[in-house]
């Protein structure tokens, strides 16, 4: 675990992540357990997660609450999210992290697929936040922190139903911030940049794709998922008390 700021208030407190059993998602629920906040996640890849959530316990003395879900199934999320607040108190942070950029032909897209890119980058978002509102209401405030992505920034090809669904996040983070603001609700969008997780080396990393990130770079270096993490436990703390509403960007200056 690298170095990194110690944030006093989110020592106990409950935190909710979505997809946060691998790649960025598992830094976020790495992150916060050594914050000592009561972490829980959901994720749909249960034997990863299990394995997450022995190491985050032998690392930090505690272990998350994994809780197995289908993002897609917007009554078994929000009862996710019920659960953690039975388990862990009522949710102050909520980091909706999960989506799947699953490249596609323009000429391959059917409703169905489409309407599932929705259900997987879009609509969450929504219901989880959705979920969390009576909670954050009794704790007297909290912070959502939404993630988008800046591939639809760059004007990228090739998935024009994740571009899509990413480029509404705002707007849904800029609805949100305005409707929970009077409770002292904080609500940003957090763009990563291309972050090197263990899928995107896998599945996208090619010499010639990474020669063509570093061009755009202002910084010539490779993005690791921690450093994602960093900025979530900023804005999820009182640090970015008066920060609501707003994009905040970790991309080495691409876009």
Known sequence: ??????????????????????????????????????VAFVDIAEEESRALVDAV???????PLFIPCDIRDVPALQAAVRRAGEVHGDVGVLL????NDQRHRVEDVTRAYWD??????????????QAVLPMMKRLGGGSIVNFGSISWKLGNGGMPAYTMAKAAVHGLTRGLARDF????????????????TERQKALWLTPEAEAEMLKGQ????????DQVADLALFLASEASSACTAQEFTVDAGWS
């Open 218 to 225: 202002c910084l010539k270096i490779r993005i690791e998922p």
């Open 96 to 99: 909706n992290n999960a989506a």
């Open 181 to 196: 603001g009077p409770f002292g609700i904080r609500v940003n969008t957090l763009l990563p940049g291309w972050v090197m």
């Open 1 to 38: 675990m690298p170095s990194r700021a110690f944030y006093p208030d989110l020592a106990a407190a409950s935190v909710f992540v979505t997809g946060g059993g691998s790649g960025i998602g598992a830094a976020l629920t790495r992150a916060f357990a050594a914050q000592t906040a009561r």
């Open 57 to 63: 316990a032998a690392e930090t003395g505690v272990a």
């Open 116 to 129: 599932d890119r929705m259900a997987i980058n879009q609509r969450p978002m929504m219901f989880a936040a």
